[in-house]
């Protein structure tokens, strides 16, 4: 099983990424998908959530109203876009898979990690 996360880097306060991570070696609409981060020296935090379908999702508080999360079950990968970047975004992003239909925002309920992609918010 492999989730590889791309198109993180670094942008000015204001501005906006899409993440994507493409997974393999799973039946891909069989899984939840979530989006969490973590900055240095702080927990890792849940950003968002999708259920297998697509058709139900769910937001961290801090990113609520700026960033939203899809999948495309076809290309077997889950998007993350984020407007409005703040300072406070800046951590490494983090894909995760959960076998089953919901998304939860507990890090420990996902079955597989990709390695990460560091986004940086500075002016």
């Known amino acids: 099983v492999q989730l590889v996360e791309s198109g993180g880097g670094m942008i000015q306060p204001g501005g906006s990424l899409r993440l994507s991570c493409a997974v393999s070696?799973?039946?891909?609409?069989?899984?939840?998908m979530g989006w969490f981060r973590q900055a240095p020296g702080k927990e890792r935090e849940f950003v968002a959530g999708i259920t297998w379908s697509g058709g139900g999702t769910g937001y961290g508080e801090s990113v609520k109203g700026r960033f939203t999360i899809s999948r495309d079950n076809a290309k077997n990968t889950v998007y993350l876009q984020m407007n409005s970047l703040k300072p406070e975004d800046t951590a490494d992003y983090y894909c995760?898979?959960?076998?089953?239909?919901?998304?939860?925002?507990?890090?420990?309920?996902?079955?597989?990690w990709g390695q990460g992609t560091q986004v940086t918010v500075s002016s």
């Open positions: 070696g799973l039946s891909f609409s069989s899984y939840a």
């Open positions: 995760a898979a959960r076998r089953g239909t919901n998304w939860y925002n507990q890090p420990a309920r996902y079955d597989y």
